[in-house]
């Protein structure tokens, strides 16, 4: 099946800092893969949308210059998180799409201090 | 406007019996699909099954199928003979045509089995 990876699973940082998340689809090549926000007992929440080559579409409300996603290559994307704070806390899940289906990472858990 | 309903927060099964999970959609698009996918306390999101609008038949996968009835708008998840590792969330996604393959999410439905 389609595998997709995401690293770190687990990161805890200071205020202020910096966090890079990677998503690789690694036995496929993904056109378009999506970020996600989870919170707590809740469904997915889309950030973005992006494509390779391409910047990201950002959903309303996101901020892009916080949220820096690059999608260089047909199986790698990054999410960064610049200057961190708490409210940032949360559950992080790429996916990457083949066809008409989203497969996804096992997600990275952001604690921000 | 386009919208997901899953109406059981939550759901409890005794092991090997069958369990359907209910998802209404609202959608005015003629081509869409529809997705489910389980996930578990760990987090990933694992695919379970699609039903494109236009497949005739319900789409089946392993323990998994999904029963479609297009004029009642429904897109029910059955699992046969419920196991103890199907504990978890489940979620109903809708893909519009020409939406960038974006996902519309229902809330989800906690489905926990009983041994």
């Known amino acids: 099946g389609a595998v997709v990876s995401q690293h770190p699973s687990r990161v805890i940082c200071k205020s202020g800092t910096s966090v890079k998340i990677e998503c690789r689809s690694l036995?496929?090549?993904?056109?378009?893969m999506f970020w996600y926000r989870q919170f707590p007992k809740q469904s997915l929440m889309l950030m973005a949308t992006?494509?390779?080559?391409?910047?990201?579409?950002?959903e309303q409300g996101v901020e892009k210059d916080k949220f820096l996603i690059n999608h260089a290559s047909l199986t790698l994307s990054t999410l960064t998180v610049t200057s961190a704070h708490p409210e940032d806390s949360s559950f992080y899940i790429c996916?990457?799409?083949?066809?008409?289906?989203?497969?996804f990472g096992p997600g990275t858990r952001l604690t921000v201090l | 406007a386009q919208k997901i309903t899953q109406t059981q927060p939550g759901m409890f099964v005794q092991e090997k019996e069958a369990v359907t999970l209910d998802c209404t959609y609202d959608?005015?698009?003629?081509?869409?699909?529809l997705f489910w996918y389980k996930q578990p306390s760990s987090g990933e999101m694992i695919f379970l099954i699609y039903?494109?609008?236009?497949d005739e038949q319900n789409a089946t996968e392993g323990r998994y199928s999904l029963n479609f009835q297009k004029a009642r708008k429904s897109a029910n998840l059955v699992i046969s003979a419920s196991q103890l590792g199907d504990s978890a969330m489940y979620f109903c996604a809708m893909r519009e045509g020409g939406s960038n393959y974006q996902l519309i999410w229902g809330a989800g439905t906690k489905l926990i089995i009983k041994p």
């Open positions: 036995d496929f090549q993904a056109t378009t």
């Open positions: 959608t005015s698009d003629q081509s869409y699909g």
């Open positions: 992006s494509n390779e080559g391409s910047k990201a579409t950002y």
């Open positions: 039903q494109g609008s236009y």
């Open positions: 996916s990457a799409r083949i066809f008409d289906t989203q497969y």
